[in-house]
């Protein structure tokens, strides 16, 4: 019974996230569409490719550098160009594999949440925090090629291990 409960509070946060994703992307599909006109299914990439995002990708590409514009790129973290670094196997679809990264995370940040607050509210108030996070407007950033998604993912589920004490896989995760 148990099993089947969360498996349907699970399927319910999937949804959820996979709705927000399809949304997301569907407006992305849609601005470029009416920015450039007909074009490649792939083009959306650029979409959610911009500001940092090509930093990352550099990065992943080439590791830190100590010539040129890409010298200032140490202000960037290590851990997801390390992660589309390791996702990456033709160049060629580099945003593609940063888009995962970003994607897969954010499902991640999303299971934790849900389960973070019902330890302490209803099913229902744990399922509406899913919901708003994930049609919020900065959920953009959830699904583009940064770093929140996997930083979100992180420190919940950091918290969430630490609520149960359970040290080593909290300290493990924000480490």
């Known amino acids: 019974m148990l099993g089947r409960v969360f498996s349907s509070s699970l399927g319910t946060i999937l949804l959820?996230?996979?709705v927000s994703k399809v949304l997301i992307f569907s407006i992305g599909f849609v601005t470029t569409f009416f920015n450039e006109g007909p074009s490649n299914p792939l083009?959306?990439?650029?979409?959610?490719?911009?500001?940092?995002g090509p930093h990352y990708i550099d990065i992943a590409r080439n590791w830190y550098v100590n010539t040129g514009e890409q010298c200032f790129f140490l202000v960037f973290f290590p851990l997801y160009p390390l992660l589309i670094r390791l996702t990456t196997f033709n160049w060629q679809y580099v945003n593609?594999?940063?888009l995962l990264i970003s994607n897969v995370s954010s499902i991640i940040a999303a299971i934790y949440p849900f389960k973070l607050v019902k330890l302490d509210f209803e099913e229902d108030v744990a399922k509406r925090s899913v919901f708003y996070t994930s049609f919020f407007p900065t959920a953009?950033?959830?699904c583009a090629t940064y770093t929140e998604s996997?930083?979100?993912a992180l420190t919940i589920s950091c918290v969430y291990y630490a609520r149960y004490r359970k040290w080593h896989f909290s300290l493990s995760i924000h480490c």
């Open 43 to 52: 083009s959306i990439m650029r979409q959610f490719c911009r500001w940092d």
């Open 96 to 98: 593609l594999s940063a």
């Open 150 to 152: 996997l930083s979100l």
């Open 16 to 18: 959820i996230v996979l």
């Open 140 to 142: 953009y950033f959830l």
